[in-house]
Every structure is written in C-alpha cells, then in structure tokens.
DNA sequence: TAATGTGAAGCCTTTCACAGCA
DNA sequence: TGCTGTGAAAGGCTTCACATTA
C-alpha cells in the first residue's frame, strides 16, 4: 500500500546516492547537505530531498546529513544490508565480463553459480565459480538464490527466463529483452544493449548531411 | 523546437518496435496492426499509435501498417539509415564483450577503432580491430566517427570522456556514470549495470524474514 | 542562520474515447 | 467493419516556495 505511492523513478535515483555518499565519505565528509550532494552527482538538492522524505526523514535542518548514517539507510531500503545470492545463465562474452565486474560485491551481490549448455565450457572455471549444465537448473531450488542473471542469446532468452522462474528466482536482471514475463511475481530488470545504442544517433545533430 | 514536443520516452520506446516489426516481419506478417504489435511485445496499442503519432501517420485505417515499410520509417526517424562508425575506449572484459557484441551491425553500427592504456594490450587484435594507444585518441578528429563508447573503470572514466569530447565525438554510450558532462553539447546514455542491479532487491519481497 | 521536509503548483506522460478513413 | 490518429482527460512526477527546526 504504502509502496504504491513511491515512484519507481526514485528507487532508481536512490542506488546513484549511494555512490555518491561513498565518494563523499571516502573525501572524509562526515555530514554533507542535499546541495552538496547534487553539485557531486549533477542532479537537484530539492530532488534528494523529495525522494529521501518518501522513506522518512535522515536529515538535521540547518546541518544536512551523516554521510555514514544515510548510507545505512538507503542500503536498507534497497535491502542491501544482507548479502544476496545470484545465479548467472549464459558465459559468452557478456556473461563472463558480468561474472568479473567488479563493484557487485560491495553492494552486497555474491554469484554463487553459473549455468551454460555448452559441454565445452560445462566444467571450466571462471574465478571461484564452475560452470554447470543449464539442465540442472531446477537444482537451484534448494540453494536459496534470489537473484538470476541472464546473459543468453536472444533465442535462448525466454527458456532460460522460465527455467530460473521454475527454480524460484524471486529477481532477474536480463541482457536480452526477448521474452514475456507473463502473470509472474518476478522482479525483472532488463539492460539492452543494443536498444540503447540504438537511439544515441536521433539526439545526434549532423551538420555535414543537409539532405537525405 | 518541433522536437521539444516529443517525449524522450517515445523516443526510447522507438527501437522496441523496431525489434517486434523486425521479428513479425520475419515470420512473414506483410501488415500488422498496433493491436497486434503491441501484444507481440507486451505493451498497450494505443502507446504505439501515440509514439509513431508524434512523427507522422504510417498506417492505414482498417488495415494496419505495412510491416517493412514501417521498419524503415522508424530506421529512419532515429537515424538508422545510415552507418554509424563508433570508437570504443577501455578493452577491459567488458569492452571486450562489447566488441564481440552480435547485433550492432544490423542496427547500422561499426565499430572501427578501439583504445586502451595497457602497453600489454595495445597492438593486440580484437575481431578486425587493433587495439590503440589511448594516448593517440586526438588523431580520432580525421577518422569522422560520431560515436564513443567507454567501458572503461570508473577512475579512468572522467578523463575519457573529456578526451572523446576532444576528439569530436558527437554521442556517447557509457557503461561508467563516474563523469560529469558540463555543458557540453553531447548526447551521454549510461548504462550502469552495478545500479541496476542493486535496485533489484528492493522489489524482492521476502517472506523468510518477518522482522529486521 | 542554514538546511530539511512537504504541500501545492506546474508540467509532462499516459490513457481514453471517438471521429475519420479505407 | 476495423483500425488509425488525435484531442482531451486523467494521472503522476518534478519543481517550487516556505514553514519548520536545530
């Protein structure tokens, strides 16, 4: 109910916050002001304060806020405070550059496995974690894991969206954008690529071409 | 000014329907309807009709839309058309994977040139692509790309940019936010996987644990 | 004084309903 | 009849101004 209220553009603003307390806080400011802040990140100082006062407030008028404080807060109400197990399907390029980002791990992200149907790469190791048949998938049930990664190609996309449902994935963030979701209590956040790339050029003003 | 009326959003929602136009052609559909677009890809008619709207009418009453000529009309407005040759900076795993990414090419994406700061990696092959000095990254003014692309860490990312900006790159796609952009006349779309992700949980609702 | 938190105004996007056309 | 295109209504987010508090 409550939740009905905040908007979905907040929560998405809140994790960018975040990383810029933990620049802040690392410069050595204990307390710093939502003006402050917004000069950091380039965004409003009212903006902050709006999408902060959906959770409540953290702040002292007239002082601003503690760094260190409001970074416990926002990782609770993003629910990092806990560690969060994740799954990833798919070690191509992508899937084995996602396996290395750095920076997951901070927040509280640990991939505890990793899936393909390859049978040259079933078996090989990638950092700490072997890589397994995607047929045993359903195994995953009894690792409580929350979080799916999905890195396959687009064809293979809704398949392994169904698979990771059927295993109990509560939240998927996914590099294809080729499947439905249907009626599904699934969380899922999609990253494409390839759409985005796709309209930078519109926002380009070509100067040479006067006539197409 | 024409422009200003037009919704980002609209804008942004521009390649999805170029993928369903792209998959429903192939399955040899010659028109189609925004009813059955918009079911095809999970999104409301009405949506679709309002977003190509803003760009002029290319359907038919009764009919629908001609499904190859719609393509090229929505290829047209966000530039499509013509090949877009892009740089890319930092051949870390993810650039790596970036480079190797299927499906640019269909968009009208070539990716010709590729930079790093690693003395080991420079000179190394990538595809067709040799890696450069980034040092040498002004001499990209003759070379007539439009497009950059960092996937550089964070740290690297600021000084990046201002170098592309140099260099006469008209848009960027940056998988790194740790920049900021002054007033500068450049399209930036950021694709920032760790904050995606971490907005994850939130939407997760737990049942194990009823009080924190 | 300095900065927060918020009700309300303003603005933009989404949704709707239907006129108009093939 | 069936579907498009669009003006208008509805809804939601952003911005603002200021009361409030340390």
Same mark, same amino acid.
């Given at each position: 109910? &409550?939740?009905?209220?905040?908007? /979905?553009?907040?929560?998405?603003?809140?994790?960018?916050?975040?990383?810029?307390?933990? =620049?802040?806080? *690392?410069?050595?400011?204990?307390?710093?002001? =939502?003006?402050?802040?917004?000069?950091?990140?380039?965004?409003?100082?009212? *903006?902050?304060?709006?999408?902060?006062?959906?959770? #409540?407030? $953290?702040? +002292?008028?007239?002082?601003?806020?503690? +760094?260190?404080?409001?970074?416990? *807060? !926002?990782?609770?109400?993003?629910?990092?405070?806990?560690?969060?197990?994740?799954?990833?399907? #798919?070690?191509?390029?992508?899937? =084995?550059?996602?396996?290395?980002?750095?920076?997951?791990?901070?927040?509280?992200?640990?991939?505890?496995?990793? $899936?393909?149907? /390859?049978?040259?790469? !079933?078996?090989?190791?990638?950092?700490?974690?072997?890589?397994?048949?995607? =047929?045993?998938?359903?195994?995953? *049930?009894?690792?409580?894991?929350?979080?799916?990664?999905?890195?396959?190609?687009?064809?293979?996309?809704?398949?392994? $969206?169904?698979?990771? !449902?059927?295993?109990?994935? &509560?939240?998927?963030?996914?590099?294809?954008?080729?499947?439905?979701?249907?009626?599904?209590?699934?969380?899922?956040?999609?990253? /494409?690529?390839?759409?985005?790339?796709? @309209?930078?050029?519109?926002?380009?003003?070509? @100067?040479?071409? +006067?006539?197409?």
């Amino acid at each position: 109910m &409550k939740r009905k209220k905040i908007p /979905d553009e907040a929560v998405q603003r809140l994790p960018i916050y975040l990383r810029g307390l933990l =620049s802040l806080s *690392q410069q050595g400011h204990k307390n710093i002001s =939502s003006k402050r802040l917004a000069d950091f990140l380039g965004v409003n100082h009212w *903006q902050i304060r709006k999408d902060l006062s959906y959770f #409540g407030g $953290f702040g +002292t008028p007239g002082i601003g806020y503690n +760094t260190e404080k409001l970074r416990r *807060q !926002i990782r609770k109400i993003l629910k990092l405070s806990v560690v969060h197990k994740a799954v990833l399907v #798919g070690v191509g390029y992508l899937g =084995s550059a996602v396996l290395k980002y750095p920076g997951f791990g901070m927040l509280g992200f640990n991939i505890v496995a990793a $899936f393909d149907n /390859d049978p040259k790469k !079933i078996g090989r190791r990638v950092g700490n974690i072997m890589i397994e048949d995607v =047929s045993n998938l359903q195994a995953l *049930q009894q690792r409580e894991i929350e979080i799916g990664i999905i890195t396959v190609p687009c064809d293979a996309a809704q398949e392994t $969206f169904n698979k990771l !449902i059927a295993a109990g994935i &509560k939240g998927i963030l996914s590099f294809s954008p080729c499947y439905k979701t249907g009626r599904q209590k699934v969380k899922v956040i999609t990253i /494409d690529i390839a759409m985005d790339l796709a @309209r930078l050029p519109y926002y380009i003003t070509t @100067r040479r071409i +006067t006539k197409v």
